[in-house]
């Protein structure tokens, strides 16, 4: 047993396998992971690594008749990437290089908190968890950017009216 000061991987749950039929049913959480374990691997998939930052998840993944179902809580504290060199998978994917895409998802406190649901047929062509992951940061990002928008459409309701508006330049 670990305390929770500790890095540590911890998975319970159920795999059945009858002739075709594979049943998965599993729950995970990973505690105080270092980001930088997978430099590696990110550097040559994404062409960023990172300098610091630790990992903590929660998952479940059901598998079932074909059929994947898996929710995801990801927390990242401390995350700072760097360029590696190579293509940047972020700014082909995004149209964002991985390092702005990091400082918009961070929150006040300058940690990420990503909930990534994936939902599909694992027998289909176009189904991937990729794109799922994907749409999450995208989501993440447009939720930020548009978070002040939102803010001043819940100020001003459809009955009311600006009567005036003023900018002072600041000198």
Do not use: C
């Amino acid at each position: 047993a670990s305390t929770p000061d500790e890095e540590s991987i911890h998975v319970e749950g159920e795999i059945k396998m009858l002739g075709n039929d594979f049943y998965l049913d599993v729950d995970g959480e990973v505690k105080k992971f270092a980001v930088s374990s997978f430099n590696p691997y990110a550097e040559k998939l994404l062409g960023w690594g990172t300098q610091s930052g630790q990992l903590k998840t929660k998952i479940h993944v059901q598998i079932e008749e074909q059929r994947l179902q898996s929710k995801s809580k990801i927390g990242i504290s401390d995350l700072r990437v760097v360029r590696a060199g190579g293509d940047d998978l972020t700014d082909k994917t995004m149209g964002l290089p991985l390092g702005l895409v990091v400082d918009l998802i961070k929150n006040i406190n300058g940690d990420i908190k990503l909930n990534i649901e994936v939902d599909g047929p694992l027998n289909k062509p176009e189904f991937s968890i990729r794109d799922a992951i994907w749409k999450s940061l995208r989501n993440a990002i447009v939720n930020i950017i548009t978070a002040p928008l939102r803010l001043i459409g819940r100020l001003v309701t459809h009955n009311s009216k600006i009567q005036k508006i003023e900018i002072d330049p600041v000198i």
